[in-house]
Structure formats: C-alpha cells, structure tokens
C-alpha cells in the first residue's frame, strides 16, 4: 500500500477547514442576511403554462385581504372517464333540461243528478219541503202545492170573454151587466208524484154520495166530480180507466175521452173529428180515462167553436172542468151557476180556459152535480149526489 506523505495530509487538512468555513459563512450569511448583494426578482410570466400553477401554488398570498370562503354549491363531482383519462366533459355532466311544469287536470265535477218529481225541479219555491202548511187558501207540502182563488167574474157580450173587473171588461172596456155575473173558484195545483192524482167511484147509485162526502171518506185535500161514470156503464157506452186499472171499454165510444198518462200529460180526444188509435193508448197504459166533456180546447190551446155534445151540455150552466198546464201542472175550475148566476156556455168555457193559458180543459158532469171541496169546504154548487170524484191526495 502507497504510503501518504504529511504534506499531502497537511493539504487535504487545509482544504477541509476551507470548505468549511465557506460553508460557515454561507449558512450564517443565509440567516443573518449579510449578502453584500441584492436578490434578483423573478418575472412569473417567464414560466410555461405547466409551471404557472406550481409557481402560484409557493406564493404566499397576501395577509391584507382574507382569502374569500368557498360557496358550497350542488355541482355534482367530476367523474373520471372510462378510459382512466382526465376527460373534460366527463369531470361536468351537461345540464339536463328542466321538464316543463305539467297543470294538475281540474277535477270531473260529478253530474248534477236530474231533478225528480213530474216538474222536473220547475216551481220548487211552491211546495214546503220541511212543514205542511194548510188553510182556506193554500196547501203545500214535500209533493202537492194547491192555490185556491175565488174570481168574481162577468161575462161580456161583446166580445165573449170572462172579464175580472167591473165595470167595465178588462179586455174590451165594454161596460159589463149585473146580470152576468160569473162567480167561479180556481184550485191551481202543482203535484211532484202522479199518484197524488186520484179518482173514487161509488159502486152503485144508491151509494152515491156529495162530492165533498166522498173527498172526505177517501182522506182528500181537494176533491171535484167528474164524469157520473155509472150512468154511462149503464147504458153501455164509454171507456173507464181509475188509478190504474181499466174498469171497462165498450165498443161504443160516442162522447169525448180526456187521459192522464203515469208520465203526467194529460190529452183530450175529440171523438167527432180526432182518429186514434185505442190499441195505442192502451199500450201507453193510461193511468185515468174519463168519459164525458166535451174537450174544450184545440191541440193549440185555442178556443174551440164546435163541440160533442154540444146539444146535450151547450147552454149555459154551472161547470166542472179540469185543466191542464204542463206535466204536474194542472188544474180545477167549479163554476156556479142556476137561479141568478147564468154559469157559462161551452164556447164561453171554452175561452175562459184559453184565457188561462191551458194547454187541454176538459168539461166533466155539470149542472147540479157540479161541486168542488178543498180543506172540508164546498165551492161551486155541491148539489145531488155523484158516482164519482177525482181527487188529490198526499202519496201513500
């Protein structure tokens, strides 16, 4: 092995305590800041794009202006792509559209159930659901609706009609004549249910009885007599329906029929100058037919100027009529008459209910066996005693 010689120790010796003072001094120069020189600034902007950020990353940012807090927001986090790599698009998903607000669909109103009774809802303000209300004038309760007026009447000569002031007509201003004077009584009736509308016959004549005795044995509210139905089975001639039932259709068939339907119409049939078909109303299944008249009005509701029977029943007399407005709409009319009340003609009772505004009328049995009785009182004649009646009664 090469020995070292003391001068090459000596100068490796020297050479280390060199380099370590120039270290010293380096070190001590770096933390007590003695360098006789100045630091050089660096220009950032001399940086590429791939250093900028780490450069940014080592400066400390000021302590003047706190740094702003970042606002949490409901970004979703970037995903990476499939393939490993740093994908723009995938670290953002697009927006998706927002879907346009649909308008909640109003709800299907229910139907209005249809309006029972055979008015269909029309005149509901004339019956008195809660509380039967009856006197001398009026009954009303869930399903009948009666309005009695008393009219004192005149007949004009001159132009035929039944006027309701004196002194003069309400239709010509002839001055009217005491002598015609025409009282007569008005039951306006308003029934929701077909079988309020009755009829009772006697079963013979020696069992005929006033209208106002039969209205109260049957328990009516209003009562008027109809067609003295025993005095045409008698004689075998007629058609006779009461409540339903048929009692019996004759082959001869001479005077007026008048028919109530279940449906609440009520028709008239002049058998003189009308065809019809018995076949057909039958297979309607009529609900009442009466046998007398004649019909006092044409398919119009005018006045009529010739009649069945006309010869029989013509002249003037008290009358018994029942009327017809609409379906559930009908009514009675008692005229007096005999002694100094002259009553009325056909033709006159024929303008008197066109007068009234009825669609049908139909004259029943008059004369002395024409009667109206409404609350136990009698109005109209009330004379002999009749074979039949038709009447109004609450429904069973």
């Known amino acids: 092995m090469r020995k070292t010689s003391k001068k090459r120790i000596l100068r490796m010796v020297i050479l280390d305590l060199l380099g370590f003072c ?8 770096q933390v007590f800041h003695f360098f006789p020189w100045k630091p050089v600034e660096i220009d950032l902007t001399d940086f590429n794009s791939a250093n900028a950020s780490v450069v940014a990353a080592s400066t400390p940012a000021p302590t003047d202006t706190p740094a702003p807090t970042p606002v949490l927001t409901d970004t979703p986090a970037p995903t990476d792509a499939p393939d490993g790599t740093d994908d723009p698009s995938a670290e953002t998903p697009a927006p998706t559209d927002t879907p346009e607000p649909t308008e909640t669909p109003e709800p299907t109103p229910e139907p209005t159930p249809e309006p029972k009774g055979l008015l269909k809802g029309k005149y509901a303000e004339k019956f ?8 001398d004038n009026e009954y009303r309760s869930e399903n009948i609706a009666i309005e009695l007026t008393q009219v004192e009447g005149y007949y004009c000569r001159s132009c035929t009609h039944v006027s309701k002031t004196w002194p003069n007509c309400e239709y010509c201003g002839t001055e009217l004549r005491k002598g015609d004077y025409v009282p007569y009584t008005v039951a306006d009736i308003y029934l929701q249910d077909i079988n309020c509308f009755r009829t009772s016959i006697a079963p013979s004549f020696e069992k005929n009885l006033p209208v106002w005795a039969m209205c109260k044995e049957q328990k009516g509210i209003l009562a008027i ?13 007629g058609w006779f329906v009461r409540n339903g039932v048929t009692i019996k259709r004759f082959k001869k068939i001479d005077f007026d029929l008048a028919i109530l339907y279940p449906d609440g119409v009520f028709d008239t049939i002049d058998v003189s100058t009308e065809t019809y078909s018995p076949e057909e109303i039958e297979a309607a299944n009529p609900y009442q037919i009466w046998f007398f008249g004649p019909a006092l009005l044409t398919r119009d509701g005018q006045p009529k100027t010739k009649f069945t029977m006309e010869k029989i029943v013509g002249d003037p007399n008290p009358r018994s009529i029942i009327g017809y407005y609409e379906p559930g709409h009908y009514c009675f009319i ?29 004259n029943m049995d008059g004369g002395a066996s024409s009667g109206m009785c409404f609350n136990g009182k009698n109005y109209g004649n009330n004379g002999r005693a009749t074979s039949d009646i038709a009447y109004i009664i609450e429904p069973s």
């Open 22 to 29: 120039v270290l010293a001094y380096l070190v001590c120069a």
């Open 128 to 135: 008195s659901p809660d509380q039967v209300i009856s006197n």
């Open 225 to 237: 007599n109809t067609d003295f139905y025993l005095n045409a089975y008698g004689n075998q001639h």
């Open 334 to 362: 008692a005229v007096n008459g005999r002694g100094k009340l002259r009553g009325l003609s056909l033709s006159e009772a024929s303008q008197l209910c066109a007068d009234m505004g009825l669609t049908a009328a139909y």
